[in-house]
């Protein structure tokens, strides 16, 4: 008896090989336009985000990048300070990061004494306003005025005691930019919404 012969094909490309290829791609179409997971592997956000915490990020939240060009499909909104974002690493190859955004192009941002200020004025917004946030690197000099080039974004870890950060290598350019981290999906216990103000 032959495996793949007449009614027999027939049989399995329509039980097993046309739904496997259909879900496959389904997989890899909401994985790049609508949301990714990713894994907390620091405590540079914590409390917020444990070390283990599993996510899911909305990469069409900003606009999704269409891969293997500098384009992105219409985004939703544009980030805003407090949100949770994942990006590539600047300075790393590969490598997906979790920060706060602070700032976008043109923003001037200001560490002094624990406290961010954005073009000129405190952030006092929750969660922001529950942090301690230290000057060190380059571009956290206490007193020193920084100013977010075009098409770039800040970012902090809510942990900033353990945090690298853009106070150490600077901006972000916005097409490393994959989305908003929206809900903890993994372990049992932390499973929760990642509402805006927290």
């Known amino acids: 008896m032959k495996f793949f012969d007449g009614r027999n094909w027939e049989y399995w490309w329509e039980e097993w090989i046309k739904p496997i290829i ?9 994985r790049t336009f609508i949301i990714q997971p990713f894994k907390i592997p620091s405590n540079s956000m914590f409390p917020t985000l444990k070390p283990g915490d599993r996510i899911f ?9 269409i891969p293997f060009t500098k384009f992105r499909l219409p985004e939703m909104r544009e980030p805003k300070t407090g949100d949770i974002v994942v990006f590539l690493s600047p300075v790393e190859k590969k490598k997906f990061l979790v920060k706060r955004y602070i700032a976008g192009p043109g923003d001037t941002v200001l560490i002094n004494d624990g406290q961010i200020y954005l073009d000129g004025n405190p952030v006092d917004q929750p969660p ?3 942090f301690t946030y230290y000057n060190r690197g380059q571009y956290a000099i206490k007193d020193e005025l920084i100013t977010v080039p075009e098409d770039n974004f800040f970012v902090l870890g809510d942990n ?8 150490y290598w600077g901006f972000v350019p916005f097409e490393k930019l994959v989305g908003k981290a929206f809900v903890i999906h993994w372990p049992l216990n932390r499973i929760r919404l990642l509402r805006d103000g927290e």
Do not use: M
């Not at 259909?22 to 909401?30: G, P």
């Open 22 to 30: 259909i879900a496959a791609i389904l997989a890899l179409f909401i």
């Open 57 to 65: 990020v909305s990469k069409f939240i900003y606009g999704a990048k």
């Open 128 to 130: 922001i306003d529950k």
């Open 160 to 167: 900033s005691a353990n945090s690298l950060d853009s106070r």
